[in-house]
Nanobody
Framework: QVQLVESGGGLVQAGGSLRLSCAVSGGTFSSFDMGWFRQSPGKEREFVAGISWKGTYTYYADSVKGRFTISRDNAKNTVFLQMNSLKPEDTAVYYC????????????????????WGQGTQVTVSS
């Protein structure tokens, strides 16, 4: 029912920036927390950043804190991830996802707490 489509990935040199977008359609958007995850070959999918349904609160993995910024535009049903000071270890497929339940009081940080996922967008950071 809900469809998420990521865009904005690409190849960038270390220290560079990228801005990812996630367009959501087919269901309610504004009442759900949203998150960004990433996965590299041979590794588990890991939480990167999350944003509350109102956009008031955000949470970041320690590995990206201070470098990445998550935001949302509920009027456009879109979530963004601004990535600055990129490092080679940031190389991964990045996914956006919607939480299973609306009106959460805390931002979910595990994959099991999200039900709809995008197909992912590749981010490659060269050294």
């Amino acid at each position: 029912q809900v469809q998420l489509v990521e865009s904005g990935g690409g190849l960038v040199q270390a220290g560079g920036s990228l801005r990812l977008s996630c367009a959501v359609s087919g269901g309610t958007f504004s009442s759900f927390d949203m998150g960004w995850f990433r996965q590299s070959p041979g590794k588990e999918r890991e939480f990167v950043a999350g944003i509350s349904w109102k956009g008031t609160y955000t949470y970041y993995a320690d590995s990206v804190k201070g470098r990445f910024t998550i935001s949302r535009d509920n009027a456009k049903n879109t979530v963004f991830l601004q990535m600055n000071s990129l490092k080679p270890e940031d190389t991964a497929v990045y996914y956006c996802a919607r939480t299973r339940a609306p009106y959460r009081t805390m931002i979910p940080r595990t994959t099991s707490e999200y039900d709809y996922w995008g197909q992912g967008t590749q981010v490659t950071v060269s050294s």
